[in-house]
């Protein structure tokens, strides 16, 4: 069993940036592949990165390419997400979450192992 404890949500303006984090309760971080997912209001969650095993390998959705960046901390059992000229269509809860696998099955959050309770950014235009 892994948790998921997400952190660093919050209000920012149109243009800002935020650094959300996830950490792990696991003894065995390494293991699993980290990403993060969002869910606007009314609307499915959807995948926006994800990180590989090691973090040599990365993959994002490409509405934010350029913007986020994923990286890990093997060390701390933490995975994090920089977030920069963040728009108010951002706007979203956002989840962390852990699989084993590494790949696209990342795309369909029914594959995902393990989620955190998730942490609201709020863009404002």
């Known amino acids: 069993q892994v948790q998921l404890v997400e952190s660093g949500g919050g209000l920012v303006q149109a243009g800002g940036s935020l650094r959300l984090s996830c950490a792990a309760s696991t003894r065995t971080f390494s293991d699993y592949a980290m990403g993060w997912f969002r869910q606007a209001p009314g609307k499915e969650r959807d995948f926006v990165a994800v990180?590989?095993?090691?973090?040599?390998?990365?993959l994002y959705t490409d509405s934010v390419k350029g913007r986020f960046t994923i990286s890990r901390d093997n060390a701390k059992n933490t995975v994090y997400l920089q977030m920069n000229s963040l728009k108010p269509e951002d706007t979203a809860v956002y989840y962390c979450?852990?699989?084993?696998?590494?790949?696209?099955?990342?795309?369909?959050?029914?594959?995902?192992?393990?989620w955190g309770q998730g942490t609201q950014v709020t863009v404002s235009s």
């Open positions: 990180i590989s095993w090691s973090g040599v390998g990365v």
């Open positions: 979450g852990a699989d084993k696998s590494y790949g696209s099955n990342w795309y369909k959050t029914g594959t995902i192992d393990y």
